[in-house]
């Protein structure tokens, strides 16, 4: 494998380990501590999750934008997204998770698109006119 590959492979590992901890997250709910909100115990994993997975994900993406094109770069949370949704589906079937899910599946149908959006009107805006 390249080491382009690896990067792509780690991203997208990544990038689900930060939804599933979402997932996660969602599952457990908040308890009010005297900081703030917390996860209960019990979430030390979703926690290590949400922060390991942000972290290596987004350095593996932004690794890659030398590369590969940014809408194919865009797929790797994309595919994290699709994986939240699906993992949030199996920890529960309560409106919570169904909402988180649906989110998280707006999250990874929408990414691609956006950014692929954003492409186009970039390239749109520095093309010169030739009939000046």
Known sequence: MTNTAWRVALGVVASSAFFWAIAGAVDLGLERT??????????????????????????????LTDTTAERHAALIPAAGAWFGAVSCLLLGQQTRHWVAAAVM??????????VRLRHRSRRAGTRTDPAR
């Open 34 to 63: 005297r900081k703030g909100y917390a996860l209960p115990d019990g979430g030390e994993w979703y926690s290590v999750g949400l922060f390991g997975g942000f972290m290596i994900g987004y350095f593996c993406v932004a690794s």
């Open 105 to 114: 599946a707006l999250i990874g149908a929408a990414l691609p698109f956006v």
